[in-house]
């Protein structure tokens, strides 16, 4: 398209080839009219670039372009404490919203753009505001800016307040909304992208998923995200807007935010679909290894119940178990349950018993494995909270009703509570009952 300069300088070049005979080399340049502006251009940085409350608010500028065309994108200028999503907005001048994006792939701070999926054509000479809202605040902003003057860089021109109502306009709210109240005729640097020509449309091309051919444990979970690449070339993150799935949901779920869960062994591919493009990576799930987590048994106590069970994670449940034979055994009176892992009987034989267990899960091929515990059988020495010898100060003392009376303790080591024991006045006669109880009240054991 050529510019009215380029048209003005063909017509008088030609005018001298005519009259005078002259040629001329043109450069292309001269003829060739620039199709896509901004009121600033990036080289344009705030006065004061972080200030402002910390609180969710749509920030504005009031516009308007001297011709008709097209807006295809915001831009806004960013600290780096104005963190969190940041969504722009095109407005009429009485507040009905035109357009909106998100933006995507930030940088820390600068200028931001987001491009919007389909143009929206304004009308030269009418006031249109931009925005966009953070959630976070700190943005920029310079007071006083339009009160005297506005931005004319033709074709955009940002207006002076009092032209069409105050500018540089902002409107408190947890999301977006249309902004027109005014402070100080202060500058939020907010911007256009416009175009005076109709852009092709911007169309995704391709999306590509990440991580790609992954693989993860039975249980584990694997987060992916989506990157759509468009037909300008740019990319965005579109994990949040694609719909995604599992070819094998035996294998691993996924839920929308593309979070995927390991169910059994196998493969699946994982897919993400938008707007009729899919993309998609494969993922791998593996048995996690069979592991034997029983690193050490209680020690046991002749002829007294003995109890405990053996633990293990991994590989594909449920377990068997089995004491491998030629290498120990347990002690006398004690059994193993193959299907629990569970060590139960009464001891009957003092001694370190040392032996190897074995663990096999369900998996095909199953998963084998071993290690080396042993149970020592011994008496235990007898512990009291207080000695024999000692007495209380006053035997013989409470009303004459009945009454259960106790004391909390507690025991710095592994170990069997055998009996009770209660000094008695000469006075309290009768049968008693001596009971052990958890600190919340269950009744563990009980003699009279």
Request: net charge negative.
């Amino acid at each position: 398209m050529k510019s009215e300069y380029g048209n003005k300088l063909l017509v008088v070049l030609t005018l001298l080839s005519v009259v005078f005979g002259l040629s001329f080399m043109i450069p292309p340049m001269a003829i060739c009219a620039q199709t896509s502006f901004t009121i600033w251009p990036d080289t344009t940085a705030p006065g004061i670039v972080d200030t402002g409350p910390d609180n969710a608010v749509e920030l504005g500028v009031k516009f308007r372009s001297n011709s008709d065309g097209f807006i295809t994108g915001i831009r806004f200028y960013k600290a780096a404490t104005n963190t969190g999503t940041h969504i722009g907005n095109l407005w009429s001048s009485t507040g009905v919203r035109l357009a909106t994006a998100t933006f995507s792939n930030e940088t820390e701070s600068g200028w931001q753009q987001v491009t919007f999926a389909t143009p929206v054509a304004i009308i030269a000479n009418t006031v249109y505001v931009v925005s966009y809202h953070t959630n976070t605040g700190h943005y920029s902003c310079d007071q006083n800016y339009f009160n005297a003057n506005g931005v004319d860089n033709s074709p955009l021109y940002a207006l002076e307040a009092g032209i069409s109502g105050v500018n540089g306009v902002y409107a408190y709210g947890s999301a977006s909304n249309f902004p027109s109240l005014g402070w100080n005729s202060s500058n939020y640097w907010v911007d256009v992208v416009f175009s005076t020509t109709e852009p092709l449309p911007i169309t995704l091309s391709s999306i590509a998923v990440a991580p790609v051919d992954q693989t993860i444990l039975i249980g584990a979970t694997q987060q992916f995200t989506a990157t759509g690449t468009y037909s300008d070339g740019s990319t965005q993150n579109v994990t949040g807007q694609t719909s995604w799935s599992s070819s094998d949901l035996n294998v691993a779920t996924i839920n929308s935010a593309a979070l995927a869960t390991a169910r059994t062994a196998g493969s699946t591919t994982i897919s993400a679909v938008l707007n009729g493009i899919t993309g998609g990576t494969s993922l791998a799930v593996q048995v996690p290894p069979l592991t034997i987590t029983t690193a050490s048994l209680p020690n046991g106590i002749p002829n007294v119940i003995y109890s405990t069970t053996l633990v293990a994670s991994g590989g594909i449940a449920p377990y068997s178990w089995s004491i491998v034979s030629g290498l120990g055994s347990l002690p006398d009176g004690l059994t193993l349950d193959n299907s629990t892992g569970t060590i139960t009987g009464t001891p009957t034989t003092n001694g370190t018993f040392s032996f190897t267990v074995q663990a096999s899960d369900a998996g095909t091929p199953l998963q084998f494995v071993t290690t080396d515990l042993n149970i020592t059988v011994a008496e235990q020495a007898n512990f009291s909270i207080w000695p024999a010898a000692t007495v209380p100060a006053a035997v013989d003392s409470g009303p004459d009703s009945a009454v259960e009376l106790g004391v909390r303790f507690r025991a710095d080591s592994y170990g069997y509570i055998t009996g009770i024991r209660f000094y008695k006045a000469d006075t309290n006669t009768g049968t008693h009952t001596g009971s052990l109880w958890t600190d919340s009240g269950t009744q563990l054991a009980t003699a009279t």
